[in-house]
C-alpha cells in the first residue's frame, strides 16, 4: 500500500528580540503582528516557557521567587510575531492596592490588545484545579479570548499524576464550557509541550501570512 506523504510542520524560531516593557497597554509596541501572550499565577513557569520555545536561556527573567515579572514585556520574534511576558496573578504578598493595579494593566491589555491572537493561560500541573485560575479563566471566556490552557511543570511528577489533573481540569471546565479550550502539558525543563504551543502559533499565523 502506497504511504502518502506527510508533512509534519515544526515552525521554528530564527530571531527573538527583547522589544519593550510597559505598564499600560496604549504604549505597548503597534499592533501590526500577531501576538501571544502568557498568563497565569505568580511562579507558574511563564517566563521559562518564552525561554524554552524561543530556546533562550535568559531572554525573559526568571526566578524561583513570585513576582519576577512585573510588566507587559513585549519579544519580536522571526521579525513577525510578538510573544508577550505578563506578570503573575495570585501572589500572595501583595497589598490590596498592589492587586488592584495588576488587575487594571493586565485586564486592559487583554481587553483592548488587538492583535492578540491567542492567550496561553498557565496552570501548575502539579495542583487539582485552583479556584482562582478557574475564575480567570471564566473571566477570560466571557470577554471572548481566545484561548489555550497550559498545564506546566510536568517533570516535577509522575505522568499519572499529571493525567489526574488533567482530568480534573477538564471535568471542571465541563461545567461552564460546552466545547473545552485545548489543553496542552508542559516542561521548560525537559522541553515537553514545546511543538504543540508552536503548532497553535503557526496555525493562527498562517491565516495572518505571517512568515512563520
Ligand atoms: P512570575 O514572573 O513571578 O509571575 O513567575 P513566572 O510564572 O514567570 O515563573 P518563572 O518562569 O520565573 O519560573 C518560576 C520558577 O519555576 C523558577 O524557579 C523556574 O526555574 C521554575 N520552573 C519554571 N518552569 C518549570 C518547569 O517546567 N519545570 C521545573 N521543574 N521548574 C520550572
Ligand atoms: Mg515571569
Same mark, same amino acid.
Given at each position: 500500500?502506497?504511504?502518502?506523504?506527510? =508533512?509534519?510542520?515544526?515552525?521554528?524560531?530564527?530571531?527573538? #528580540?527583547?522589544?519593550?516593557?510597559?505598564?499600560?497597554?496604549?504604549?505597548?509596541?503597534? +499592533?501590526?503582528?500577531?501576538?501571544?501572550?502568557f498568563?497565569?499565577?505568580?511562579n507558574v513557569g511563564k517566563s521559562s516557557l518564552i525561554n524554552m520555545l524561543t530556546d533562550r536561556k535568559?531572554l525573559a527573567?526568571i526566578?524561583?521567587?513570585? $513576582? @519576577?515579572?512585573?510588566?507587559?514585556?513585549?519579544?519580536?520574534?522571526?521579525?513577525?510575531?510578538?510573544?508577550?511576558?505578563?506578570? $503573575?496573578? $495570585?501572589? +500572595?504578598?501583595?497589598?490590596?492596592?498592589?492587586?488592584?493595579?495588576? #488587575?487594571?494593566?493586565?485586564?486592559?491589555?487583554?481587553?483592548?490588545? =488587538?492583535? !492578540?491572537?491567542? !492567550?496561553f493561560?498557565l496552570?501548575d500541573s502539579?495542583? #487539582?484545579?485552583?479556584?482562582?485560575?478557574?475564575?480567570?479563566?471564566?473571566?477570560? $471566556?466571557?470577554? +471572548?479570548?481566545?484561548?489555550?490552557?497550559v498545564m506546566t511543570k510536568c517533570d516535577k511528577?509522575? @505522568?499519572?499524576?499529571?493525567?489526574?489533573?488533567?482530568?480534573?481540569? @477538564? @471535568?471542571? !471546565?465541563?461545567?461552564?464550557?460546552?466545547?473545552?479550550?485545548?489543553?496542552i502539558v508542559s516542561s521548560s525543563n525537559d522541553r515537553t509541550g514545546g511543538? =504543540?504551543i508552536? =503548532?497553535?502559533?503557526?496555525?493562527?499565523? +498562517?491565516?495572518?501570512?505571517?512568515?512563520?
Amino acid at each position: 500500500m502506497a504511504v502518502k506523504n506527510v =508533512e509534519v510542520i515544526v515552525m521554528k524560531v530564527k530571531s527573538s #528580540e527583547f522589544v519593550t516593557s510597559n505598564t499600560d497597554y496604549r504604549k505597548c509596541p503597534p +499592533a501590526i503582528h500577531p501576538e501571544y501572550a502568557f498568563v497565569g499565577r505568580s511562579n507558574v513557569g511563564k517566563s521559562s516557557l518564552i525561554n524554552m520555545l524561543t530556546d533562550r536561556k535568559n531572554l525573559a527573567k526568571i526566578s524561583s521567587r513570585p $513576582g @519576577k515579572t512585573q510588566l507587559i514585556n513585549h519579544y519580536i520574534i522571526n521579525d513577525s510575531w510578538y510573544l508577550v511576558d505578563l506578570p $503573575g496573578y $495570585g501572589w +500572595a504578598k501583595v497589598s490590596k492596592e498592589a492587586k488592584y493595579k495588576w #488587575e487594571v494593566m493586565i485586564h486592559d491589555y487583554l481587553i483592548h490588545r =488587538e492583535n !492578540l491572537c491567542c !492567550l496561553f493561560i498557565l496552570v501548575d500541573s502539579r495542583l #487539582e484545579p485552583q479556584k482562582i485560575d478557574l475564575e480567570f479563566i471564566q473571566w477570560a $471566556g466571557e470577554k +471572548a479570548i481566545p484561548m489555550v490552557i497550559v498545564m506546566t511543570k510536568c517533570d516535577k511528577q509522575s @505522568k499519572g499524576k499529571t493525567s489526574k489533573n488533567h482530568e480534573q481540569v @477538564k @471535568k471542571s !471546565l465541563k461545567n461552564n464550557w460546552s466545547k473545552l479550550p485545548q489543553i496542552i502539558v508542559s516542561s521548560s525543563n525537559d522541553r515537553t509541550g514545546g511543538k =504543540e504551543i508552536l =503548532e497553535v502559533i503557526h496555525n493562527v499565523n +498562517a491565516t495572518f501570512s505571517t512568515n512563520n
